[in-house]
């Protein structure tokens, strides 16, 4: 098996084979597919992954020696427990959803192989915010209060909210236990908008799905990339800036991307890792993100803990020193030796949605090589994955700051309209 390994993104491998394909999911996802392919790629090792038969054109955008195409009448399980079974690496990124990514890393156990990703029990804690936060007080970390919800008649118990919300005397947010990015994220600042949010959503809770009540931070949001190995401590690979709107009811919350490293990132360096020190990482190992808050006043709130490679990677590879995948597979084996991890420059990344009012409704398999050759930040090139003339993009630009990121975004929405796309939504990154 030599260093074949086998890399699986859920979202664009098979795992809506029998649903709709949410778009804002899969332009991260095939992102982070397409990046982490390309540097293991790099490193010589040999690839095999899974593509959904809806995106299987995009194949040649990937550096695979391997793929099976999922088909709208499978699953992807099948097909993924081959992959599993015959390479001696396995590279795991999927939601923590319903225990999706803890039962794929099961899988790779039960076949006694490799995972680079990440280790089954801090996924476990990653998982669940409410473990996450108990997690985090244990370590005596700052982070937001946070309760799991009752349910009561099968609803959310409208009292205990208000009730927790009177006694935090601050602006809360609703959130699911197990959900990821700003899914299904509300935020409230009054008793009123609590009793109509549910009352909107009576009807609406997801079979036995749970819900947290956590206290809202107002700052900057933040997060870090970094690798935990066995014997040593949490590897820093970057702090990125995350664009998040929290919304209130009944606008949806949105995650807009964002840009690595952080601007400031050497004012807060030194005080983020001793704050990673305090942490005991003992049952983690691989590849994880923390969520975090940078307060008006300087001081953090860790959020949440993600159990998996993290949309922050499509940035952070652009401009660091170092391949990624090396100090992930170094790590693994502790062969990695502590050196300076530096950058050159900024990358913002961030999805674009637009309108193609072209002549030919099938440019993606009309102009997209075209297009990447001419855009080469384009990561996700676009795609409409229903019967509109809407696509969506994903790209991480590469420049020396993060103003010319800025112009650079605005060049290629220049270049995106000589290809009869009308842009929609700028999803612009703040300063």
């Known amino acids: ?41 790099s490193l010589g090792f040999e690839i095999s992954t899974l593509l959904d038969h809806r995106i299987s054109h995009l194949s040649k955008f990937l550096p695979y020696d391997h793929m099976k195409i999922i088909n709208s009448h499978e699953t992807h399980l099948k097909k993924y427990k081959e992959f599993v079974r015959d390479t001696k690496y396995s590279f795991i990124i999927a939601p923590e959803t319903s225990k999706i990514l803890y039962d794929l890393t099961q899988i790779v156990k039960n076949y006694d192989k490799i995972c680079l990703s990440s280790n089954l029990e801090g996924i476990k804690i990653g998982t669940s915010k409410l473990d996450s936060y108990k997690f985090l007080r244990y370590n005596k970390i700052s982070t937001p209060k946070t309760f799991l919800i009752p349910l009561k008649r099968k609803t959310m118990d409208k009292d205990f909210i208000i009730q927790k919300f009177k006694s935090l005397q601050r602006p809360v947010l609703i959130k699911p236990e197990d959900g990821v990015g700003a899914e299904s994220i509300f935020y409230f600042e009054s008793i009123e908008q609590i009793e109509q949010f549910i ?27 970094i690798i935990v190995p066995s014997t040593k401590s949490p590897i820093l690979l970057c702090n990125n800036s995350q664009n998040v709107r929290i919304k209130t009811p009944p606008l949806k919350s949105e995650y807009l991307g964002g840009y ?43 959020i949440e803990i993600n159990p998996r490679l993290t949309t922050s990677y499509i940035g952070l590879r652009n401009i660091i020193n170092q391949n990624p995948a090396q100090i992930i597979v170094d790590s693994f084996f502790n062969r990695w030796q502590p050196g300076e991890i530096s950058y050159n420059g900024f990358s913002l990344f961030l999805r674009i949605d637009m309108i193609y009012q072209g002549p030919l409704m099938n440019i993606e398999f009309n102009s997209q090589e075209e297009l990447v050759s001419k855009i080469p930040e384009i990561i996700t090139p676009p795609i409409s994955l229903d019967d509109s003339n809407i696509y969506s993009c994903f790209i991480a630009t590469t420049t020396k700051d993060l103003s010319s990121s800025h112009r650079r975004v605005e060049e290629i929405i220049q270049i995106l309209e000589t290809f009869n796309f009308k842009i929609v939504i700028r999803r612009l990154v703040e300063l």
């Open 1 to 41: 098996m030599g260093n074949h390994i086998f890399i699986f993104e859920f979202v664009s491998g098979g795992g809506f084979s029998r649903a709709e394909i949410p778009i804002s999911l899969f332009c991260e996802g095939f992102g982070m597919l397409r990046s982490i392919i390309f540097d293991f790629k």
């Open 199 to 225: 009352q909107d959503h009576e009807q609406k809770i997801e079979g036995e799905r749970r819900f947290i009540l956590q206290e809202y931070i107002e700052g900057k949001d933040l997060s870090a990339s």
């Open 260 to 302: 690595s490293p952080f601007e400031n990132y050497e004012e807060i360096k030194k005080h983020f890792l001793h704050s990673l020190e305090k942490i005991n990482f003992t049952k983690f190992r691989g590849y994880f993100g923390l969520d975090f808050i940078l307060t008006n006043d300087s001081e953090f709130n860790f």
